[in-house]
């Protein structure tokens, strides 16, 4: 940046910095809906009235994405469901950790009721790869995240997740692009924040959007 250079942050910001500006949905929204999805799914289970021992992964706790999406999980379901939050587990955002601790979590806590995953790290997996999780939440363990890509909801399709809230990456990647461009060449000024919508997976729209999402398997 002190060279000229125009710098945006997409996904997770970092607004002290200087940067241009910054594209992504809102965290804390994000945390609401999923909250409110996690409500409905309790509701619907008619759980509503029982203390649930919840587990909570996220990637570091400074991060302020990460953070937003928990605040805003914790004010959906503060009055509606009870949660007891037994655990908030850090796997240092990397898939590989996220998967250890969540094996080594459900080994030793199987009573654990409800799991809110913060960021999809652990769903690059096949379940074979989780066999507690997947013990877990065949046997009525609720699970539901932020992250939607063909693999989680591939789990989600197997019944291992209840419902997931996805980022459009997508646009955060073109018209990311487009706004850096304009900015470069022609002046022109995006908003400091650009927010990019959400995506809801549920029994309702699952098959269409395991189609949807296919070609963007990870390999």
């Not at 009870?82 to 806590?109: H, M, P, W």
Request: hydrophobic share 45%; no cysteine.
């Amino acid at each position: 940046m002190d060279q000229g250079i125009a710098v945006a942050t997409f996904d997770a910001d970092s607004p002290a910095s200087g940067r241009l500006f910054h594209i992504g949905i809102n965290n804390y929204q994000a945390g609401v809906a999923i909250g409110q999805a996690l409500v409905g799914v309790i509701k619907g289970k008619q759980l509503q009235g029982q203390v649930l021992d919840t587990m909570i992964m996220t990637g570091y706790r400074e991060a302020l994405n990460l953070e937003e999406r928990i605040r805003g999980f914790m004010d959906a379901t503060r009055d509606e469901i009870q949660l007891d939050i037994a655990a908030i587990l850090e796997n240092e955002d990397t898939v590989e950790r996220s998967i250890i601790l969540l094996e080594d979590y459900l080994k030793i806590n199987p009573e654990v009721d409800v799991i809110y995953f913060v960021g999809g790290w652990p769903f690059y997996v096949p379940s074979e790869a989780l066999p507690n999780f997947r013990r877990w939440a065949q046997e009525g363990g609720i699970a539901v995240g932020i992250d939607l890509f063909y693999d989680a909801l591939l789990l989600q399709k197997e019944g291992l997740i209840q419902y997931l809230i996805g980022q459009d990456m997508t646009t955060m990647g073109s018209l990311g692009l487009e706004l850096l461009v304009k900015y470069i060449r022609f002046g022109e000024v995006p908003p400091e924040f650009v927010e990019t919508g959400l995506e809801h997976a549920n029994e309702t729209n699952l098959d269409r959007l395991l189609e949807i999402h296919k070609p963007w398997l990870v390999k």
